[in-house]
């Protein structure tokens, strides 16, 4: 499906508030657009009506008095004496005796107005009017010009009711279209499979949920108003000049090709150019994330000036791409909209110099004043059209992205139903790889049984967290299986799996809250006394005492408030809550220091009792009580059994512990 029919099936979410939003803007366009209409019948029928016919008739309401007789205009007479004629010639009126026959270049000479047309010569006993005289002429139009000034004025307030109705509701659908984006891309998120973020920063990442359903967020509330209300103002102007002349409305129905043609010119080169320029923002987003997180790298190893280097090209290639769509969107936006109300200006003169030229198609001033008011007011939606092109080819380009983030394929999501499970593991001939035939994993099989800790040790790349990867289903296996409790693992919904399985991560991640949040992570059916009584169990309530709200205490991201221990036993208590049948210790002790290690000891026997445990480790010293210790090299089990029998066989497992001890021995002396 193309970009721009999944964000129209977005915006059809709020469809109802936008039908109503765009019933107010076509009332608002309809009234606003009265106006020239209005001002029409005021110049024609008020203001240079005066210019009309007028009979000799009696006194009526609507006649006027002027030198012992009474008038009336011939479109208002009921009955019609001898004719005569009110006409402007230069600054000044005058009453003529008989109508005229033609009209064209008006002189007074000698108490006569004389009228020239080419070779045509009229002349007409006229009598200059007076300036109360004009006025007893333009009394009967007092009412009417204050009737219709008022209909004008109210035409104005209603509009202006119904533009605020609709900025609002487009406004609203806008924000709501939005926010359903939002949520969307993030509750996909939370779907994706772990395989997703390995090779995607988490700055790009953070990109397409922030910058870029902002820079659609702005298509929605700017791009859609000005496009809905400006598609509706052309409308209803090509509508009126439709009703005052079709085929000069059919003339200037030219701009419209042109207008599109120009558009699809300007997207074809601006979309190039907004696809490097999102891609730089979202380069540029992860380095600045990654630069922060490794900021202490960056100043320990005097990296400042490498990483500016890096920073600056990035930049520097955003610069030059949005330079370029400067100069694009210079040429196409101020002087697209010059051009055109040029040409239609000419089109305007042509025609109207044309009409002017026939007898037979004399043009009245007042539908000359519509007309340039109406083609004064269709350049004003397509300057706001023009202007919001390049918002239009960002927001293409960042929906682009964030529909390719929507479209990954995500986990299917089943909710738990499987009750807990014992926890009985077996790998059975297992190989894995991350890249196709690259096995990390070869033929690895083992057995834990339920309550028993099970220590995988080697050295870095050897296949432990490989093995931990597999067994929450974070990626699947090619060849083998893993089984628990006699059901392979294949055939098991992901969330059933995980739901009786918890880690304790070398360097634990808490997330904003409180202590108390991070123990039960929000899950309503861990409650406050389940929360307390596991963080007294690890030994925390000694170590977090001295806080000033105790379990209360409010965590800022990561728990970089809190000593490593700290944290570290909060993810102790978060596991013990959560009462897991298979845990999961990834070095939970390694950057522990000494005395806090010692609490942290009899948390972990707290912790591991009744459960499955998988312990990977460096520090062979915490694994010696471990019932089972594999041993693993270049992706297969080269050792297995305990301490004891692996110290006995004197291979792999005794040269490491004997260099970790000698190192040790150095150290303490």
């Known amino acids: 499906m193309s970009v721009g029919k999944r964000l129209v099936q977005y915006a059809l979410s709020s469809k109802k508030i936008i039908i109503i939003a765009l019933f107010m803007l076509t009332i608002a366009v309809a009234t606003e657009l009265a106006g020239p209409f209005i001002a029409k019948k005021m110049i024609d029928s008020h203001i240079l009506g005066i210019e009309k016919t007028w009979y000799e008739t009696t006194e009526d309401e609507g006649s006027v008095f002027y030198k012992g007789k009474w008038y009336e205009r011939s479109d208002r007479a009921s009955e019609k004496g001898t004719p005569k004629q009110v006409l402007l010639v230069g600054r000044s009126y005058y009453f003529l005796q008989s109508p005229i026959t033609f009209d064209g270049e008006r002189s007074y000479k000698g108490e006569q107005v004389v009228i020239k047309k080419g070779d045509q010569t009229a002349s007409y006993d006229a009598t200059k009017l007076t300036t109360s005289e004009l006025f007893t002429f333009y009394k009967p139009e007092v009412k009417p010009l204050i009737v219709l000034m008022g209909i004008y004025f109210l035409m104005l307030a209603i509009s202006s009711v119904f533009q605020y109705g609709q900025h609002y509701y487009l406004q609203m659908s806008s924000n709501s279209i939005i926010r359903k984006m939002r949520k969307d891309v993030f509750h996909h998120i939370q779907k994706l499979p772990i395989s997703y973020f390995d090779h995607l920063p988490a700055g790009k990442v953070v990109a397409r949920i922030t910058n ?59 979309s190039k150019y907004n696809h490097v320029i999102r891609a730089r923002v979202s380069d540029i987003n992860g380095m600045v994330n990654e630069s922060i997180q490794g900021m202490t790298i960056i100043q320990a190893f005097r990296r400042q000036k490498e990483t500016m280097g890096e920073f600056a090209q990035l930049n520097n290639e955003h610069f ?262 298979i845990l999961v210790l990834d070095e939970a002790t390694a950057n522990i220091d000494t005395e806090t290690e010692a609490v942290i000891q009899k948390a972990l026997e707290i912790v591991k009792k009744g459960r499955t445990t998988f312990v990977i480790a460096h520090r062979l010293s915490t694994i010696q009580n471990a019932d089972q210790i594999l041993v693993l090299d270049k992706g297969q089990i080269v050792e297995r059994g305990n301490h004891e029998e692996l110290m006995a066989q004197g291979g792999k497992y005794h040269h490491m512990y004997q260099l970790q001890k000698g190192h040790s021995d150095r150290s303490a002396s």
């Not at 000005?226 to 003339?251: E, P, Q």
């Not at 539908?367 to 080819?393: K, S």
Request: aromatic residues 10%.
């Open 212 to 270: 870029d359903t902002e820079a659609i967020r702005e298509l929605y509330v700017t791009f859609l108003a000005t496009f809905f209300s400006s598609t509706i103002y052309i409308i209803g102007i090509f509508i009126a000049l439709a009703i005052l002349d079709v085929k000069l409305a059919m003339i200037c129905m030219v701009i419209v090709p042109i207008l599109g043609l120009w558009m699809y010119i300007y997207r074809k080169y601006a």
């Open 320 to 581: 030059t791409y949005q330079n370029k769509l400067l100069n694009l969107n210079s040429l196409t936006s101020h002087n697209l909209v010059n051009v055109l109300r040029n040409l239609a200006f000419v089109l305007l003169i042509w025609y109207f110099g044309g009409a002017s030229l026939r007898a037979e198609s004399i043009l009245s001033m007042g539908v000359l004043y519509a007309f340039v008011d109406y083609l004064n007011r269709l350049f004003q939606p397509i300057t706001g059209m023009v202007n919001q092109l390049a918002l239009l080819e960002q927001a293409r380009v960042a929906a682009e992205r964030v529909f390719e983030l929507l479209d990954e394929k995500e986990e299917e999501f089943v909710k738990p139903t499987l009750p807990r499970y014992e926890g009985n593991v077996e790998f059975q001939d297992v190989s894995f790889a991350y890249k196709e035939e690259e096995y990390v994993l070869k033929n690895i099989s083992f057995q834990a049984n339920q309550g028993e800790t099970v220590a995988l040790v080697g050295h870095t790349g050897s296949g432990k967290s490989s093995i931990i990867n597999l067994l929450f289903r974070y990626y699947d296996i090619q060849k083998g299986r893993i089984v628990i409790d006699g059901k392979d693992v294949a055939n098991m919904s992901k969330q059933d799996l995980r739901k009786h399985m918890a880690i304790v991560l070398q360097d634990p991640f808490l997330f904003t809250g409180t202590i108390a949040s991070n123990v039960s992570l929000e899950d309503e059916h861990i409650s406050r006394e389940q929360v307390e009584k596991a963080l007294r169990d690890v030994g925390a309530e000694e170590l977090l005492k001295h806080l000033p709200k105790g379990f209360d205490e409010p965590v800022i991201e990561k728990g970089s408030t809190l000593s490593s221990g700290q944290r570290q036993l909060i993810s102790f208590a978060r596991a013990l809550a959560f009462n897991p049948s």
